[in-house]
């Protein structure tokens, strides 16, 4: 079983309310855009390459060399998201066509790191609290809970620990958005899913610190 202080070291820090930084103003220049794709390419060829080699490991039976491995790809794909993010929120908007392939891909790199998260804890014994974050563009309650989620990331941080947000936009035009949502329940939004644990509407900060410490042990100092 791989210890809690490894697992918790690959959940880099990310307050991935995302639409906060992608959905202001103008155009960017195409080098950006360029940027920000090259990116996405990045994170879906890290992904790519952790299906293929979680095939191999598979005929390997040796659980160790999988766990460490599954650990340091995760780490690299949550840090090559929050680049996308860093870059988005430090820019404009895209053009219509460049915005809609880049949020594509963008979501599926976050579903895949979020399926990959929940089958290393499968396989590794881990409990990782990633939050799922369901949110509607325009929703003053989706805009109040992105930011008591900041918050909750920022807290975390203060406290020397990480916490990953992966924010999904519910009524973006995906079919595997609408199955996820099937799987795991969503009907509205904001929601939030923890660990198969789904919050609907607006969680206050307290609940979810709470459900951190009392399910993974994963509290701050007081």
């Known amino acids: 079983m791989v210890d809690k202080e490894i697992y918790a070291m690959t959940i880099i820090v990310g307050t991935a309310i995302f639409v906060l930084g992608f959905y202001v103003g103008g155009l960017i220049n195409q080098n950006k855009i360029r940027a920000i794709e090259n990116q996405n390419e990045l994170l879906s060829i890290r992904i790519e390459n952790i299906n293929l080699a979680m095939k191999m490991l598979e005929s390997m039976n040796d659980t160790k060399i999988t766990c460490d491995y599954m650990n340091e790809q995760l780490k690299e794909s949550l840090k090559e998201r929050m680049k996308i993010v860093e870059e988005l929120q430090r820019t404009e908007k895209l053009d219509a066509k460049k915005f809609d392939i880049t949020k594509r891909k963008y979501t599926l790199s976050l579903i895949n790191i979020w399926l990959l998260s929940k089958e290393r804890d499968r396989i590794c014994g881990t409990k990782t609290p990633i939050i799922l974050y369901f949110y ?21 941080e203060r406290d020397g620990k990480n916490l990953t947000v992966l924010s999904i936009d519910k009524n973006f035009d995906m079919s595997i ?46």
Do not use: W
């Not at 939004?189 to 994963?218: H, M, Q, R, S």
């Open 136 to 156: 509607a563009i325009g929703d003053e309650r989706s805009r109040e809970q992105g930011k008591i989620l900041d918050h909750v990331v920022y807290e975390y």
């Open 177 to 222: 958005i609408s199955i996820l949502e099937k799987d795991l329940n969503v009907t509205s939004a904001p929601t939030i899913i923890i660990d198969g644990k789904k919050f609907d509407g607006l969680t206050k900060e307290d609940v979810i610190e709470n459900y951190l410490c009392n399910e993974f042990e994963y509290c701050l100092a007081q």
